[in-house]
């Protein structure tokens, strides 16, 4: 079967030429739209280190100084800590936690370095409020040999105690046994200063879009804002829906959650929350341009298959005549047919790969958004590595293509398979 295979797109070189070159121009086009929206599937698809099905994010605001209404004898202080004892108070809210200016797939963050001995690594730190239960309430798993979060949420911290992640741990200590071992910075014109490790806990994703990112938890001192909006974090209860919830909370914020000049104003669940994220960014319309783009060029690329087969049908058929009337099958002919595109399809698509690894090796893959930003945790992905990536997306690109060129193959070949010998061969 495949001697013949190969010997039939020999000796229809000229015609399968064209064929081919078209396959290797597709073939790039489909890897420059393919390997953004693959790189991006895989990153929007890791899990993102903690809980998101029952948490959302509550909004305070406060009146401006001249409203009439607003209360310059009201304490911002008091209000605050009111509004957030009474969204616990809710019978489906099992944590309400204030939230610093620096968490969890917000938009502000920050990065710095940490330092042993001569080793130096980039970090991006997020705030939390001691004895607030934020490691429970954004469900935070620690790692073997850590205190658990409860102990995490109600231990005492000094000003030099910080929390970091996995990835971080193992990269300078054995195993990731960090827990009372010491970083320390050496900032320009200061002393140097010592940094305890308290606990370590799952690697996390800073925003949708990154990868798990080198994170520091580090304590704050909660300050009531008085100019700014104040953020809650709330852990429903099992079983509660969010949307349920959702529901029910709208009129539970506007008649309860009012205190001096503050009161709540919004309440966006997580998963909300990151789907927006993955839309402002780009992701999502990068997906669904490029994810439009392949589709119009496959299909263009399936029609010009079919099309190129069936203005052959007429050669074809009295070839398909000829192998019936020596015994062939219907679906010896198919096969044949299937085999000769196959081939084809293999060649073209390692050509191809082979012209965009020279683009490649020059100005590289796609790597995702954010890294210039974030400093990433040093957790290896397929798409991370040069080889990997390539290799992987290029497997993809020829299972597309060649499930397209099959089925572009299919439909006439099956039609010139069960020709009649006698119709096939009148005009021969």
């Given at each position: 079967?495949?001697?013949l ?45 903690y ?11 406060s ?6 209404d ?15 004892d ?11 936690c204030?939230l ?12 710095g370095s ?8 980039r970090v991006?730190?997020?705030?939390f ?8 309430a954004?469900?935070?798993k ?10 995490l949420d ?26 009372g071992?010491t ?7 200061r ?6 490790i ?5 690697d ?5 879009t ?9 304590p ?10 104040v953020h809650?974090l ?19 914020m506007e008649?309860?959650l ?9 309440a ?19 997906i ?22 069936w203005?052959q049908?007429?050669?074809r058929?009295?070839e ?23 081939v084809?399809t ?58 397209v060129?099959?089925v ?5 070949g ?15």
């Amino acid at each position: 079967m495949w001697k013949l295979i190969l010997k039939n797109i020999w000796s229809r070189r000229k015609q399968n030429g064209w064929l081919l070159a078209e396959l290797v121009v597709v073939t790039v086009v489909t890897w420059v739209i393919i390997d953004p929206v693959v790189v991006l599937w895989h990153d929007t698809s890791l899990p993102m280190g903690y809980d998101i099905d029952r948490i959302c994010k509550v909004e305070l605001a406060s009146k401006l100084p001249m409203a009439k209404d607003y209360d310059r004898t009201a304490s911002d202080a008091d209000a605050q800590a009111l509004l957030i004892d009474k969204m616990r108070m809710h019978p489906s809210v099992a944590i309400a936690c204030p939230l610093g200016n620096k968490y969890l797939s917000s938009r502000g963050y920050s990065s710095g370095s940490l330092q042993i001995d001569t080793t130096l690594f980039r970090v991006s730190f997020v705030d939390f409020y001691p004895q607030t239960d934020f490691f429970r309430a954004y469900g935070i798993k620690p790692i073997k040999g850590s205190p658990s979060v409860t102990e995490l949420d109600s231990l005492t911290y000094g000003s030099n105690d910080i929390i970091i992640t996995r990835s971080l741990a193992e990269a300078f200590f054995p195993e990731g046994q960090a827990v009372g071992k010491t970083f320390f910075n050496a900032w320009e014109g200061r002393d140097t200063t010592f940094i305890r490790i308290r606990g370590v806990v799952e690697d996390v994703r800073l925003r949708p879009t990154y990868r798990a990112a080198s994170v520091v938890f580090t304590p704050s001192t909660y300050r009531p804002s008085r100019g700014n909006n104040v953020h809650v974090l709330l852990r429903l209860k099992p079983d509660i829906s969010m949307q349920a919830f959702l529901n029910d909370f709208q009129s539970y914020m506007e008649k309860e959650l009012r205190a001096g000049n503050w009161s709540a104003i919004s309440a966006t669940p997580y998963e909300t929350m990151i789907s927006n994220q993955e839309y402002t960014s780009g992701a999502t319309n990068t997906i669904r341009l490029n994810v439009a783009l392949a589709v119009f060029f496959l299909v263009n690329l399936c029609l010009g298959v079919i099309g190129t087969f069936w203005l052959q049908t007429r050669k074809r058929s009295e070839e398909a005549g000829i192998m019936r009337s020596f015994g062939a099958t219907p679906r010896h002919v198919l096969l044949m047919l299937l085999g000769e595109g196959t081939v084809l399809t293999v060649i073209s698509v390692l050509s191809g790969c082979f012209l965009y690894l020279q683009y490649a090796m020059s100005e590289g893959l796609f790597q995702g958004y954010g890294l210039e930003k974030v400093p990433e945790a040093m957790i290896s992905h397929w798409v991370t590595g040069f080889g990997t990536h390539f290799i992987g997306v290029s497997g993809i690109v020829l299972a597309i293509i060649l499930l397209v060129v099959l089925v572009g193959i299919y439909i006439p070949g099956r039609n010139i398979s069960r020709v009649n010998p006698v119709d096939a061969l009148r005009d021969e």
